[in-house]
């Protein structure tokens, strides 16, 4: 693989369940996010993480769980699903450690609808 | 509160120059972005700016005034796969990136 997969593509989801969003990158950064994007709104931060081992939380993270075990994956987890998280996810990612701004490489994204 | 404004939507005609404004109030500034969205895509990294003046990149170039808080993406030679969403978005000094909800730009021949 090259740079972010996101798995799945897309899911339809029933409210109550619980959902687990995989993301992978492949290029050894150190930092990642998880954001949401929703009709006339800007990309919202939900979790991010500056390193392995570390996670913070971001503008939106009611709801929503993460996990950094390692330096590739980061998986976002819904815990019980409600109607309001139909949005489409996307992961990114960047190198923290190379320089003076940190361009984020995002992945395909994810859409989720939950009825 | 931090805010990012950006038109909903602009028109251009292929061949043509457009530029696509970005006004923003944020705690701190760590820089500015541009992104390109294809629809059904991931956004794309296409400028940096965190000094006042004018990034060249290509057709593309990105200008930034601090002191007014104020960004442009200026796109020349306008071609149709030039129609997309472009996101400016601003790092906070929490180091986290606050993002505009994108211009629609339609390209028409």
């Known amino acids: 693989i090259a740079g972010i997969t996101q798995a799945p593509t897309s899911q339809i989801l029933a409210a109550g369940r619980r959902m687990t969003l995989r993301c992978t990158q492949d290029?050894?950064?150190?930092?990642m996010y998880w954001y949401r994007q929703d009709l006339g709104l800007g990309l919202r931060l939900i979790h991010y993480s500056n390193t392995a081992g570390t996670t913070g939380k971001g503008e939106v993270p009611d709801g929503y769980s993460v996990s950094r075990a390692n330096t590739d994956d980061f998986p976002l987890t819904l815990a019980s699903a409600v109607p309001s998280q139909t949005s489409v996810y996307f992961c990114?990612?960047?190198?923290?450690?190379?320089?003076?701004?940190?361009?984020?490489?995002f992945g395909p994204g994810t859409r989720l609808t939950v009825l | 509160g931090q805010n990012i404004d950006q038109p909903t939507e602009m028109t251009a005609t292929e061949g043509a120059i457009v530029q696509i404004n970005c006004t923003y109030q944020t705690s701190g500034f760590n820089g500015l972005f541009w992104y390109q969205q294809h629809a059904g895509e991931a956004p794309t990294f296409l400028s940096y700016n965190v000094l006042d003046g004018l990034e060249e990149k290509g057709r593309f170039s990105s200008f930034l005034s601090r002191s007014k808080g104020y960004s442009y993406l200026l796109l020349k030679e306008l071609q149709m796969k030039d129609s997309a969403s472009y996101l400016c978005a601003v790092m906070d000094s929490n180091y986290q990136l606050i993002w505009g909800a994108g211009t629609k730009l339609i390209i028409k021949p």
């Open positions: 290029m050894r950064h150190n930092a």
């Open positions: 990114a990612s960047s190198d923290e450690t190379s320089g003076s701004y940190n361009e984020q490489f």
